[in-house]
């Protein structure tokens, strides 16, 4: 599913920051992709991707070349709401996959949140940036502060 969004935004580089890096002793840097699946995220081979640290992205992002396309794939709004405060240039979130658990509540057939979460979309909200939940690139997007109410 990345690699359709990845194609349809024509995207050069995944970025793939997470707070603390890597489950399984992997080290964090440059990879091209050779299977189909790495670290949970589905990356079809011969993808360009990048695995950070939120820090790290925060420090390496604005030396990317104007020219590049950059696709930042996050597992929390709290992930993005930090790389945001950081200065990363983040102007619109597509959310999907928050799954359902104790303590969260679903809003979306694919999106379940508690309060942190809820409080993330709203000062991502504050700051500027738009969220919404889309399935598929070429469906409308449903706005993710609608739903929090």
């Not at 890096?21 to 670290?39: E, L, V, Y």
């Not at 990356?43 to 030396?63: A, C, M, N, W």
Request: glycine letters at 8%; proline letters at 5%.
């Amino acid at each position: 599913m990345i690699t359709c969004w990845y194609m349809a935004r024509g995207c050069d580089l995944g970025q793939f920051p997470e707070r603390e890096f890597i489950a399984g002793g992997q080290r964090s840097g440059r990879r091209r992709s050779d299977t189909a699946k790495f670290n949970g995220y589905g990356v079809s081979p011969g993808v360009e991707t990048r695995y950070f640290t939120l820090q790290k992205t925060i420090d390496v992002i604005h030396r990317a070349a104007p020219r590049q396309r950059i696709f930042i794939v996050c597992k929390t709004p709290q992930d993005v709401l930090t790389l945001v405060r950081g200065d990363v240039p983040i102007q619109a979130v597509n959310v999907g996959n928050m799954h359902f658990a104790e303590g969260k509540r679903q809003i979306h057939k694919t999106v379940s949140v508690d309060d942190d979460d809820i409080a993330a979309f709203r000062e991502l909200a504050r700051l500027g940036v738009r969220c919404e939940i889309r399935r598929v690139p070429d469906e409308s997007g449903e706005p993710v502060d609608r739903l929090l109410d």
